[in-house]
């Protein structure tokens, strides 16, 4: 079983920046795959980035490439994603997913095993 806990999340204003944090339970953490999505109200839940298990690998959303970026620690089993110059259609609530079977990462979901409850984010104009 995997665990995930996010953090980070809340109301900031257009331009700010803003950090969220992933954290991990799981004795083989370094060897997940680790993804961001987001669902904003009324929207359907779509992908933002994921890293593979060294971070060697990062894959962005077009929509955040530039101004968001995914990182982990695996000695601390965390993820997390910066992110910079926040927009109000950014505003949704945040979660982390975790990859634990198979290689590579990517934007579909439904490769992901296990997700966290989610933090909110709201970016004001």
């Known amino acids: 079983q995997v665990q995930l806990v996010e953090s980070g999340g809340r109301l900031v204003q257009a331009g700010d920046c803003l950090r969220l944090s992933c954290a991990a339970s799981g004795r083989t953490f370094s060897s997940y795959g680790m993804g961001w999505f987001r669902q904003a109200p009324g929207k359907e839940r779509e992908f933002v980035a994921a890293?593979?298990?060294?971070?060697?690998?990062?894959y962005y959303a077009d929509s955040v490439k530039g101004r968001f970026t995914i990182s982990r620690d695996n000695g601390k089993k965390t993820v997390y994603l910066q992110m910079n110059s926040l927009k109000p259609e950014d505003t949704a609530v945040y979660y982390c997913?975790?990859?634990?079977?198979?290689w590579g990462i990517g934007p579909e979901a439904y490769k992901y095993d296990y997700w966290g409850q989610g933090t909110q984010v709201t970016v004001y104009s």
């Open positions: 997913a975790a990859k634990t079977t198979g």
């Open positions: 890293t593979n298990w060294s971070n060697s690998r990062t």
